[in-house]
């Protein structure tokens, strides 16, 4: 990297020179000339003794006036900010007066004040809010903010409470003091809908939903998950909601999921809006949890913020954990922790196995944007989650309180957080820590031996290297064990065995050799190593007590059966079959259970379990034979299947609760199979017939998965062309369903699309995140995929650097597939590299990326 490159590290960390006490903030607000007044009340800092001076940050703003104490000071910005010299400010507080102008419409990062449609709005984090006016943009600086908003549009929103309000004018006040990345604005002609909530100590609360004219009735079951989440939150974790208003605003422009600014969270418009007819059921399970992660960030990264954004993990890793434990409450927890551990597997266990493998706090970067990954996320989560299962949950409970009452209104680290359980424990965690501060996904393998009378389980734990990080210590990793006899009856309850060691081994008294049931509930994220036969896989998928091993022995059976037919040629044998047969069929397992272990394991696994184990993956012989094995399922289960699918109908009317969406989720991969052997008929039939869009879009699914429903395609379009949130499906599954062979050729049909707008990052995501997720399809040998993609991220990112960078990790398994796949990668990145003016957010990403 040669431009703009400068990396920050942990390790400089220094508190800021100054407080800042009060901000006040006037917005006049016109598309291509904001203005906007700051004044900003300093102190010294005395956590830094003597004179210093005093540097705001500040990009693309036009400064027209500032003064000291109301005397003008003349001071020439540079390009990242503003600084003033110490010999010019007092020692003693004092007032900054900044006027500048930006231009939000032209404002295409979708980063500080922005234009969507229309409607002003912002995102701040992590470094936003200089793009907005001159000030200190970091975590560790917190105050207490004051905005007025000048605009004749009629709805103007802040942080905070409403403060006052006349014509063209609105003034909030936010009384608990803040870092510039939770600031928010929205202006536009919107309309809400409402509900009132009572707090636990009987505080009310008016909750706003604002959205688009027109938009009102698709926001009940958002509005439903808000108020869930805030009982939620008082009940579980005794935290009350603070302000007396709380606002969410739905915009379709955004770079993320949502943003939990205080008081005023901005949500992708995707993650509001529904209705049976327009969302599926993974809508609105996905609307659910981030409207709870959004409002669990109001204690779990708002009153508690971060010191430094190295510490993103703090709010992030701890808020995901708090939202799945809502989700698993709201629904299933083992069909959430499936669901949980799928995603941690296919996303974080990549990450961690390829280039750009980063600790859970990282500590060095270059553009912190390349930092919101699911090694911070998911892996943060799962720490959390590893914690809670060593000291164990009255000890959780307790660690939580006293890191709520210690460091309320602080800005604070991984230290501080280890420390609470350390003091509320007496353990010590300096051990623990290192999976803060180590990359990779620890490998451990597994002995067994039996004597007649002691069961000996020997555990090895083996933390590879990765870039940066060649030595790695020994972990602590929970191992959640559970032993049965071969009559299926458990003989030792679920107990957590603590791997400290490179090597350590367990002992049980057993009269018959016990089958193990190792990493229940995935104790933790390794990858486990063990061999079995596939009788005894077939037998704890049959009888394992602990749900998530249950299925885990199903997927781990069909993957060995997958792996076998990939490089020896074989045929799915009776053990599969018929073991997932039984699953399917039986009764008493929920419908969403049987539809996970119907779910075949992804071709992405499959490439990198083979290049784990030695052998290079060809991303067409791996979906050629995924194929082959959907298809001999279908063939097993076709006498079945049509009553199966009879049985699951649902008679009411559409509910998005998980006991309808499970069986849906059943019915709709049985009709999948089905369509393999009847060419679609009855799928065909059921998606003229649905009326609600998860039959919808998965009926139609079932036909394009079998290269059918070409005027399906057709009618779909005709009937929610005006539906961005449901255009954007229809542009993704076109993409995800077609042979690949044909994925370059309709994602170029695609992006030619007259409703391609590749400015808007959901329907560039639907097109391109589309074509980099199908993996035969990107991966072609041919190389279109690898081009397609970087043609259009060097399009997107003059405009947009933090999506382009964010897209481009579709190529960090680079290293799994053989020479020809690997360099044309490379030439790709190599071109990339070599744009000009590239965005120092790619710049970062291809760097870390190439060989
Ligand atoms: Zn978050």
Not at 206 to 216: S, Y
Not at 283 to 294: K, P, T
């Amino acid at each position: 990297m040669t431009h703009q490159s400068r990396t920050v590290h942990l390790s400089d960390y220094q508190p800021f020179t100054h407080l800042v006490t009060r901000v006040a903030l006037t917005f006049r607000l016109a598309p291509r000339a904001t203005e906007v007044a700051a004044t900003l009340h300093f102190a010294p800092n005395p956590a830094r003794p003597g004179r210093h001076d005093l540097r705001l940050d500040g990009e693309n703003l036009t400064l027209k006036s500032l003064t000291l104490n109301g005397k003008p000071l003349d001071i020439i910005p540079d390009a990242t900010g503003l600084t003033i010299p110490a010999s010019l400010l007092p020692d003693a507080p004092f007032i900054l007066e900044t006027l500048v102008e930006i231009s939000p419409e032209t404002n295409t990062a979708l980063e500080g004040l922005y234009m969507s449609r229309g409607m002003y709005c912002t995102q701040c984090e992590a470094e936003g809010f200089r793009k907005i006016t001159f000030y200190p943009d970091r975590p560790d600086v917190m105050a207490r903010f004051r905005v007025r908003v000048e605009s004749d549009l009629p709805v103007l929103l802040s942080n905070g409470n409403p403060a006052g309000q006349g014509a063209a004018w609105a003034e909030w006040d936010d009384p608990w003091p803040k870092p510039a990345y939770l600031f928010a604005l929205v202006a536009g002609d919107l309309k809400a809908h409402s509900a009132l909530f009572t707090t636990a100590s009987g505080s009310p609360v008016q909750l706003n939903i604002w959205v688009r004219p027109g938009d009102e009735n698709r926001c009940a079951y958002a509005m439903d998950s808000l108020i869930r989440s805030m009982t939620w939150d008082e009940r579980v974790y005794g935290r009350e909601y603070d302000l007396s208003v709380f606002n969410i605003v739905a915009v379709d422009d955004f770079n993320m999921g949502a943003m939990e600014n205080k008081g005023l969270n901005i949500f992708n418009s995707k993650f509001v809006l529904a209705s049976p007819e327009t969302a599926t059921d993974d809508d609105f399970g996905r609307i659910e949890a981030i409207i709870a992660h959004e409002y669990f960030h109001n204690w779990t990264g708002n009153r508690i913020t971060c010191r430094d954004w190295f510490q993103l993990c703090l709010k992030e890793g701890l808020t995901v954990f708090r939202d799945q434990q809502f989700s698993g409450d709201m629904r299933s927890h083992a069909v959430k922790r499936i669901e949980d551990v799928l995603l941690l597997r296919a996303r974080q266990f990549r990450e961690d196995g390829g280039p750009l493998a980063h600790p859970v706090r990282p500590d060095s970067f270059v553009e912190i944007n390349n930092f919101y990954t699911a090694t911070v996320y998911e892996k943060g989560a799962e720490l959390i989650g590893m914690l809670k299962r060593l000291v164990g949950d009255d000890s959780y409970a307790k660690a939580l309180d006293l890191y709520f009452t210690r460091h309320d209104g602080e800005a604070a680290t991984i230290e501080d957080w280890l420390r609470v359980f350390e003091d509320t424990t007496g353990r010590d965690l300096a051990q623990f820590k290192r999976w803060y501060t180590e990359a990779g996904t620890p490998r451990v393998s597994v002995t067994e031996a039996w004597d007649g009378k002691t069961y000996a389980l020997t555990l090895r734990q083996e933390n590879p290297p990765t870039p940066g990080q060649p030595d790695k210590l020994p972990k602590v990793i929970p191992v959640a064990l559970g032993l049965l006899n071969p009559n299926g009856d458990e003989i030792l309850p679920t107990t957590v065995l603590e791997l400290t060691e490179p090597e350590q081994t367990f002992t049980f008294s057993a009269a018959t050799r016990p089958i193990p049931s190792l990493l229940r509930g995935f104790s933790a994220p390794v990858i486990l190593e063990r061999q079995a036969s596939p009788e005894e896989r077939a037998f704890m998928l049959a009888h394992d007590t602990d749900p998530f091993n249950k299925w885990e022995a199903g997927r781990a059976l069909a993957k060995d059966v997958l792996a076998r037919m990939i490089v020896d040629g074989a045929s799915p044998g009776p053990d599969w079959l018929d073991a997932l047969a039984r699953v399917t069929l039986d009764d008493t397992l929920d419908p969403a259970f049987r539809a996970l272990a119907l779910r075949l394991p992804a071709e992405d696994d499959m490439a990198a379990t083979l290049h784990a184990a030695g052998i290079t993956p060809d991303p067409a012989r791996i979906h050629a034979e995924r194929r082959g094995m959907g298809d001999a399922l279908a063939r097993h289960l076709a006498p079945q299947l049509p009553a199966l699918i009879a049985a699951l109908a649902e008679p009411g009317p559409f509910t998005p609760d998980a006991r309808a969406a499970g069986r849906r989720a059943l019915r709709l991969a049985c009709l999948s199979l089905l369509s393999r052997t009847d060419g679609g008929a009855a799928a065909r039939a059921a998606h003229v017939r649905a009326d609600n869009m998860t039959e919808d879009a998965g009926t139609l699914v079932c036909l394009l998965d079998i290269g059918e429903g070409a005027a399906e395609v057709q009618r779909f379009a005709a009937r929610w062309g005006d539906d961005r949130n449901v255009m954007d499906k229809w542009f993704a599954l076109q993409i995800a369903f077609a042979a690949p062979d044909r994925v370059a050729g309709v994602a170029g049909a695609l992006t030619r699309h007259p409703a391609f707008d590749w400015k808007n990052p959901n329907r560039f995501r639907a097109v391109l995140g589309a074509l980099s997720a199908h993996h035969a399809g990107f991966h072609h040998a041919s190389g279109s995929g690898y081009r397609i993609l970087a043609d259009w991220l060097l399009r997107l990112d003059p405009l947009n650097p933090q999506t382009a960078a964010r897209m481009s990790t579709a190529y960090e398994t680079w290293p799994r597939y053989n020479a020809d796949r690997s360099s044309l990668v490379q030439a790709e990145l190599a071109r990339m590299a070599a744009a000009p003016g590239l965005s120092r957010d790619l710049a970062e990403m291809v760097d870390r990326m190439r060989s």
